[in-house]
């Protein structure tokens, strides 16, 4: 699987955007980008994902740069329960769109809200 | 979303017993299941992925006579330490998907091995 590199850590004020950088050099052209946080002693929790255009949804936006070598997932507006550690994952998906690879996790990036 | 439960949420065993832990998909069907284990301030790592009615495939350097894996049902999946030890002790996460590529994770069994 491909590799990602992300801070080990981020912090920032409640009701602020929130940028989580990732990259992700040597992408190929059938992976996609996977985003999952994790709250304390919970298991992950999926987030967002994409292949090329940015996505949008009711918990984040997936900015994705246009040589898919880095990606950005925006928090619009932090509040204390994204306090977690964000994933960062590579997945490709086999021709056919049916079947999935692994989603192996890395270290991600913890992130500190203050209120 | 869907969600995948896990029972029990935490238990103690004695080194050497077997500890049996139940992972549900409740509202889909998953046609694969995953463990994972999360030591503490660690990431997770993969132990097996296994489909309904099929064999598990084991990521390298887990021990299959170890770490028994059962699917027997499109929602349910049941893993088992057998003879557990000390090390064992850990965080034990199923997930679960269906037709498309997003995972749901179970909230984690949290097994300790005294």
């Known amino acids: 699987d491909a590799k990602t590199t992300q801070p080990n850590s981020m912090e920032s004020n409640e009701e602020e955007p929130v940028h989580l950088p990732c990259n992700h050099s040597?992408?190929?052209?059938?992976?996609?980008i996977h985003w999952y946080r994790q709250l304390p002693s919970q298991g992950p929790e999926y987030v967002i994902h994409g292949l090329t255009s940015n996505v949008n949804n009711r918990m984040a936006s997936l900015a994705i740069a246009e040589d898919r070598k880095s990606s950005t997932l925006i928090l619009h507006r932090a509040t204390l329960r994204d306090a977690a550690v964000y994933y960062c994952i590579l997945r490709d998906v086999e021709a056919g769109g049916t079947s999935y690879g692994k989603l192996t996790f890395g270290q991600g990036t913890i992130l500190t809200v203050h209120p | 979303g869907a969600v995948v439960s896990q029972h029990p949420s935490r238990v103690i065993c004695k080194s050497g017993t077997s500890v049996k832990i139940e992972c549900r998909s409740l509202d889909f069907q998953a046609t694969t299941m995953f463990w994972y284990r999360q030591f503490p301030k660690q990431s997770l790592m993969l132990m097996a992925t296994s489909n309904e009615g099929s064999k598990a495939t084991y990521e390298q350097g887990v021990e299959k006579d170890k770490f028994l894996i059962n699917h027997a049902s499109l929602t349910l999946s049941t893993l088992t330490v057998t003879s557990a030890h000390p090390e064992d002790s850990s965080f034990y996460i199923c997930?679960?998907?269906?037709?498309?590529?997003?995972?749901?994770f179970g909230p984690g069994t949290r097994l300790t091995v005294l």
């Open positions: 997930s679960a998907r269906a037709q498309g590529p997003e995972q749901f």
């Open positions: 040597t992408i190929s052209g059938t992976d996609y």
